[in-house]
């Protein structure tokens, strides 16, 4: 088998053990919540026979162990459980919602490296010029929001002082525009300090001295030599940043009302709706180990380096 092979069997069998883990976190953070979802679905005049009995149906009687085993039994399955609060199939709940979130995220993450590798890159190459200072106080602005501020300000100037775009849910790509703006701003500071103090290292390494000594121009030394080699740690951030920002558009879903797993999740938390909650961090996890899995492929392939260590 070949090394990247290996290397590939390596990250998967970590992906797996790391989902396993998650799983045991998140049942553990729901048993520990204090109250119990079957009370918020009962008056408190009814029976505790009829307490009972709803326990029982929904497994929540049974020791917390074996809860668990039966939970990821199913999952493994594909059944992710019905919801205790609407009484729909879990897994028919997500598959509703998820395009939306895919969507929402989608277009946060375009808008993040169209815009932050070129200007991480051009602040790079005119360091300490007014460009490079100005963006860098920029995106420190930027980082420091929270969205859910920057949503309302959105929501405010150009939603209900301008009218440019909807003011919440879906009805079509305008109604896009400010939650992907809202999601992705922050996250392209992020974006942009890294391309930036990624290309100001590689610049300072010998082989691209050596490359400007041979009378290389300065556009094929950034494209061939210091490009292929700062994206690297970029490349790997742009997967992770996937699975994060479905799990920061949380905040964002319920602030523009989009009807993506980040507001269900939310309602399922405030319900204690435990088959909700369960089954959405459990695909925010498969995701995380897939795009995690893609970046490290494809840094062992820009790098051969990686994969041998």
């Given amino acids: 088998m070949s090394d990247m092979g290996k290397y590939i069997i390596r990250r998967l069998l970590t992906g797996v053990l790391v989902v396993l883990c998650v799983t045991v976190i998140i049942f553990g953070i729901m048993q520990a919540m204090p109250g119990n979802p079957i009370d918020l679905m009962v008056d408190t005049r009814v029976s505790a026979e009829k307490v009972a009995e709803l326990k029982a149906r929904w497994g929540l009687d049974k020791p917390v162990i074996v ?85 309302v300000l959105f929501m405010m100037e150009f939603a209900i002082n301008h ?48 490359a400007c000594a041979k009378g290389v121009s300065n556009r094929g030394v950034l494209v061939r030599h210091v490009l292929r080699n700062a994206l690297i740690p970029v490349t790997v951030t742009f997967f992770l940043n996937l699975p994060w920002l479905i799990g920061g558009s949380v905040v964002v879903e319920n602030v523009f009302a989009w009807p993506g797993m980040g507001q269900l999740l939310w309602k399922g938390i405030a319900k204690q709706d435990f088959p909700i909650v369960q089954g959405i961090t459990f695909v925010i996890a498969i995701l995380t180990v897939i795009c995690n899995l893609i970046g490290d492929i494809i840094s062992g392939v820009l790098d051969p380096r990686i994969r041998m260590e």
């Fill in 67 to 151: 809860q668990y085993f039966y939970w990821l039994g199913n999952i493994l399955r594909g059944d992710f459980g019905t919801s205790i609060t609407t009484k729909q199939e879990v897994l028919f709940l997500i598959k509703q919602r998820l395009p939306y979130t895919l969507m929402l995220t989608g277009t946060a993450v375009v808008i993040e490296y169209l815009v932050a590798v070129p200007l991480g890159l051009a602040a790079a190459v005119r360091k300490g010029r007014l460009m490079d200072k100005s963006m860098t106080v920029i995106m420190v602005v930027l980082w420091s929001m929270p969205t859910f501020w920057l949503g």
């Fill in 163 to 210: 009218r440019f775009f909807p003011i919440s849910g879906y009805s079509g790509l305008r109604s896009l525009v400010l939650p992907a703006m809202t999601l992705a701003l922050p996250s392209l500071a992020q974006i942009f300090r890294l391309t930036r103090s990624e290309v100001l290292d590689v610049m300072e390494e010998r082989y691209v001295e050596t």
